[in-house]
């Protein structure tokens, strides 16, 4: 009986050390990742800046400034999105949940992002059948629904429609958004969650973000209890989620 517990306190023993060196990959991955996007803007603000310091042209100045104060923000987002998950990890939120249409609070979202949408001509297309109110944390789901549509903006093809269909029945109510764009590998479908994570191996800074976005939305999406899974029927990305109603 005594060499029996001590096996299996030695079979847990070694999956508590497996789990914690798990662990410590997770967070030195994703300090070194926090870095190296970090870095870039920093490098361009401080050589733009000694640019100016320099004395640059008159007729660059302007730029200079531009470029400066567009890499401050790519930082601030950053931080923004770093300080979130480490809220979600730390589980210090406490959702203060009521009931509202999914439909309004996207339709107020997507106008929070009419500029992003113009400069690429795209339209966001809500219906709506049958919809009744969730019950969910609004700025929370918000969030949610901002990254949904920030990363289909990044990855829709130009002049397209982002399509999004909400039909509800007495207990749920279901979520699809739709772009055509960025062809995504079947089997690279489920990493897209993952901190950090750029469909393009170019890692570009343009188009990929901060690579924070989705890897926020799922966490929270699985505190509201949501069903969840993203698809690539044709030449479409299509993100679907279940929530309930009650």
Request: glycine share 6%.
């Amino acid at each position: 009986q005594a060499l029996k517990e001590l096996e299996e306190k030695n079979v847990q023993l070694l999956a508590d050390m497996e789990q914690k060196n798990e662990m410590e990959k997770v967070q030195q991955d994703f300090f070194a990742n926090a870095s190296h996007e970090l870095k870039t803007p920093l490098s361009i603000i401080k050589s733009f800046a000694e640019g100016l310091k320099d004395g640059i042209g008159a007729n660059k100045q302007d730029h200079y400034f531009e470029v400066i104060v567009e890499e401050a923000e790519k930082m601030e987002g950053l931080l923004k999105d770093m300080l979130d998950l480490a809220k979600l990890e730390a589980r210090t939120i406490k959702l203060r949940k009521t009931s509202f249409l999914l439909s309004d609070l996207i339709d107020k979202a997507s106008n929070k992002l009419v500029y992003s949408l113009k400069e690429k001509d795209l339209d966001v297309v809500i219906g709506s059948t049958k919809e009744l109110p969730i019950v969910a944390d609004y700025g929370w789901m918000e969030k949610v629904m901002l990254n949904f549509l920030v990363n289909s903006i990044r990855h829709a093809e130009k002049g397209s429609t982002i399509s999004i269909d909400i039909e509800s029945d007495d207990h749920d109510t279901t979520f699809i958004l739709r772009n055509r764009g960025d062809n995504i590998p079947e089997d690279t479908l489920n990493h897209i969650w993952k901190r950090f994570y750029r469909g393009e191996l170019s890692r570009s800074r343009q188009t990929g973000g901060t690579g924070l976005g989705l890897s926020i939305a799922q966490p929270l999406l699985d505190m509201h209890h949501c069903e969840y899974k993203v698809e690539h029927p044709e030449d479409e990305v299509q993100f679907t989620i279940l929530s309930t109603n009650e």
